[in-house]
């Protein structure tokens, strides 16, 4: 069993002072048991969150920040084969146009039905399709963009962008350029649509843009990958450290627990956690009782690690 968790260590100060007040029992006893045998880190910066880092690294896929290929890898999950195209994943999303930036919405605020999606998809359709791109539909937030200038297109994960500037993650790269005319253009043509009029009607939120992300020819899969727990991603990006604490909680209780019950019957188990700068790999520590006790009083707390990740 190894179990990876996204967002387990906020930056923020009020994220931290959450963090400082868990006490997750099972944890405490993997972490008091289990040494830290790998880890990655980068900052906060980088286009790709230590997260999907880890879990490339765990398929066997080769790319730097930003280049793995994630699209492809869902577009067959959604019954699409990728063949040898490169893909995109295309995110209907809402910017939220601030006093002093735009800022893009968790998409899960949309709640985008099927049918919606659908009529929108094919309003922007042509629009690709008049710039040589191709697009297909997989699900309500899932649409896939294939094109050959999004072989070596490094674009930031959706979870980078999600509540922050979107200016500081849209990159440079003539490719990208082109594909910030084309949102242009989108964005234009979703103002004002009668989808959208529509939808603020009902008190939803409208679809005024795209993002891209996850780029790339599809990759072989060489690894094993392991079981990840998204749950605390929704409170990490909407700030409710509240939430966050309480899914911290439940993750504890149900798979930690799990992970301590296959670790005490010494099954080969492993837990990644990840954070907004770096990600690092607990398993069992070798050696001899003398040795393991001596490396328990080196060991941090689960906040005191938290604060490295």
Not at 50 to 62: S, V
Not at 66 to 79: K, N, V
Not at 148 to 171: F, I, K
Not at 261 to 269: G, N, R, S
Request: net charge negative.
């Amino acid at each position: 069993m190894h179990l990876l968790i996204p967002f387990a260590a906020p930056l923020s100060e009020a994220g931290r002072q959450a963090a400082a007040s868990l006490t997750l029992p099972n944890l405490r006893w993997l972490m008091a048991r289990w040494a830290e045998v790998q880890r990655d880190e980068a900052d906060e910066w980088s286009l790709s969150p230590p997260h999907e880092r880890a879990l490339a690294l765990a398929l066997g896929w080769q790319g730097g920040s930003g280049q793995l290929p994630w699209a492809a890898r869902a577009a067959r999950a959604d019954g699409i084969e990728p063949g040898d195209l490169s893909w995109g994943l295309l995110t209907p999303v809402h910017w939220h146009l601030g006093t002093e930036q735009i800022s893009l919405l968790d998409p899960a605020t949309l709640m985008l039905d099927d049918s919606t999606s659908r009529a929108l998809f094919a309003a922007v359709l042509p629009l690709f399709l008049s710039e040589g791109y191709a697009l297909h539909y997989g699900a309500p937030q899932r649409w896939y963009l294939a094109h050959e200038s999004l072989a070596t297109l490094a674009t930031a994960s959706l979870d980078r962008v999600v509540g922050r500037n979107v200016d500081a993650w849209l990159g440079k790269d003539p490719a990208a350029r082109a594909l910030r005319r084309l949102q242009s253009e989108v964005q234009m043509l979703l103002y004002n649509h009668p989808i959208n009029d529509d939808r603020v009607a009902r008190g939803l939120l409208p679809v005024n843009s795209f993002w891209l992300s996850g780029c790339g020819p599809t990759q072989p899969e060489t690894g094993v990958a392991p079981q990840v727990d998204e749950r605390l991603r929704g409170p990490a990006l909407a700030d409710d450290w509240a939430a966050w604490v309480k899914a911290w909680d439940t993750l504890d209780d149900g798979p930690l627990a799990k992970l301590r019950e296959c670790a005490a019957t010494e099954h080969p188990a492993a837990l990644t956690l990840c954070g907004e700068r770096a990600w690092v790999r607990l398993e069992a520590a070798p050696g001899s009782l003398m040795r393991r006790a001596r490396a328990l009083l080196k060991r941090p707390s689960p906040p005191a690690l938290m604060e490295t990740l």
